[in-house]
């Protein structure tokens, strides 16, 4: 991979073909949501869902969502200019289980794509796991 776009489209490739579906990025400025003056997190757009107030025809999902964090709780405004990697708009790249999977497959999903397909040393690698 050479730039930002290759990842991007390797990402929302392996988990299309994984079956997620692929969504596009929602507005920058949330629609139906008057806690958030931006999208400040990839998944923003799926917040009904995760709360069971909508559903979609999809179980899955795989986006690359646009998000501005410039104050709030996820405030990375005071550390734009010091760091190489705050910035306040940024593309948030994810994928999502609403019911489909959990962490043991979320974890092979990513493993798979770092090592796979990004070609990553995994003796580099170490997975955990928060239980709850």
Known sequence: MT????????????????GHA???????VPHNDPTLMFVNAGMVPFKNVFTG???????TATSSQKCVRAGGKHNDLD?????????TFFEMLGNFSFGDYFKEQAITHAWALLTKVW?????KLTATVYHT
């Open 3 to 18: 730039s930002t776009n290759d990842i991007r489209r390797s990402f929302l490739d392996y988990f299309e073909g994984q």
């Open 22 to 28: 692929r969504v596009p990025s929602a507005p920058l």
């Open 53 to 59: 107030l909508e559903t979609r025809p999809y179980s």
């Open 79 to 87: 550390n734009v200019g010091y760091t190489a990697r705050h910035h």
């Open 119 to 123: 070609g990553l040393n995994p003796d």
